[in-house]
């Protein structure tokens, strides 16, 4: 069994993933804006990834923009056959590298034919909505971007949906226009805002895909981290990402990252063991933050 099959799987859409993926919001420049500073190392971390056994690759055409997307190609393509790329749409980057609201119905058929032909695809496999009403989750009703995006799917450009940076309420609201086959929100050891959330979409075999974590552009620091990775003979973010996975079955995991090296730590992830005095150590980590 390879290590990241060690991490098991679940259902995304039509297909089965294993629960261990990659994001790709790395491989673009500084703040995700440009060329990759090293293009040949980004290449080699889309097939190292792919080669270890990840089925499960987040991107986004706005990552860039246009960047990730043409790496994935560039390297991946032809696509492995259980290959799953999931992309998100609702944004847009400024010319100063500024992240803007792209929701009309037209700016999200745009994303959608960008998302198909950077990455050399005629049906996209899953598309989250972004959703930026706020920084973070903010209320208001998304009927109008979610039916938009509906009726994409119709036209067979997309064919699963899924949310991202949304409430609770407004997946709700969500699953009453679509099928939703995931959601991904602002997730992690310390951050756990979303733990009613997540249970949920358990109960209903949905996939919750926490980005960030790892903590994002500022890594997580605990002392009560760094003393269990200290006592496992690992590394905090391997334990972050271990204590994931026991989280919930329906976590998928995207961690990402620009080396290979960083790579194929994250994915040593799926092989820690936790023992339930140490999961019960890491929940107080949110507690203290």
């Given at each position: 069994m390879?290590t990241?099959q060690k991490?098991?799987?679940f259902t ?5 993933v294993?629960r261990l993926?990659?994001?790709?919001m790395?491989?673009?420049?500084p ?8 293009h040949d190392a980004?290449i080699?971390?889309l097939?190292?990834?792919?080669a270890?056994g990840v089925n499960h690759?987040?991107t986004s055409d706005?990552y860039?923009?246009h960047v ?7 390297a ?5 056959q259980?290959?799953?790329i999931?992309?998100?749409?609702g ?7 500024s ?5 009309s119905?037209k700016?999200?058929?745009q994303?959608?034919?960008d ?8 049906v996209l496999?899953?598309?989250?909505l972004r ?6 989750p903010?209320e208001?009703s998304?009927?109008a ?5 509906a009726?994409?799917?119709r036209?067979g ?7 991202s ?11 009453g ?6 959601v ?5 050891l310390?951050h756990r805002?979303d733990?009613g959330?997540?249970?949920?979409l358990?109960?209903?075999a ?7 974590p790892?903590?994002?552009f500022?890594p997580?620091q605990?002392s009560?981290?760094s ?5 496992l003979g690992t ?9 994931l996975l026991?989280?919930s ?6 961690p990402?990252?620009s080396?290979?090296g ?6 040593a992830a799926?092989e820690?063991?936790?023992s339930a005095d140490?999961?019960n150590?890491?929940d ?6």
């Amino acid at each position: 069994m390879s290590t990241v099959q060690k991490s098991g799987t679940f259902t995304l859409g039509s297909h089965t993933v294993k629960r261990l993926g990659y994001g790709a919001m790395q491989l673009a420049g500084p703040h995700v804006f440009g060329p990759p500073k090293d293009h040949d190392a980004a290449i080699a971390v889309l097939r190292e990834a792919v080669a270890s056994g990840v089925n499960h690759i987040d991107t986004s055409d706005y990552y860039g923009p246009h960047v990730t997307n043409q790496l994935i190609r560039e390297a991946l393509a032809p696509y492995p056959q259980d290959l799953v790329i999931v992309t998100k749409i609702g944004a847009r980057r400024g010319s100063d590298g500024s992240w803007l609201p792209a929701y009309s119905a037209k700016e999200l058929e745009q994303a959608v034919h960008d998302n198909l032909r950077n990455l050399g695809l005629e049906v996209l496999d899953v598309v989250n909505l972004r959703i930026m009403f706020g920084m973070g989750p903010t209320e208001g009703s998304i009927e109008a971007q979610l039916t938009a995006l509906a009726e994409l799917q119709r036209k067979g450009l997309v064919r699963h949906i899924g949310l991202s940076n949304v409430t609770s309420a407004q997946v709700k609201e969500g699953r009453g226009i679509a099928e939703i086959v995931c959601v991904q929100n602002h997730y992690n050891l310390a951050h756990r805002d979303d733990d009613g959330l997540i249970d949920e979409l358990a109960r209903d075999a949905i996939a919750y895909t926490p980005f960030f974590p790892l903590g994002g552009f500022s890594p997580l620091q605990s002392s009560t981290l760094s003393d269990v990775a200290a006592r496992l003979g690992t590394t905090p973010l391997q334990v972050a990402l271990a204590w994931l996975l026991k989280r919930s079955p329906n976590i998928l995991l995207i961690p990402g990252t620009s080396s290979v090296g960083h790579l194929r730590e994250n994915l040593a992830a799926a092989e820690l063991e936790l023992s339930a005095d140490v999961l019960n150590e890491l929940d107080g980590v949110a507690k203290a933050a």
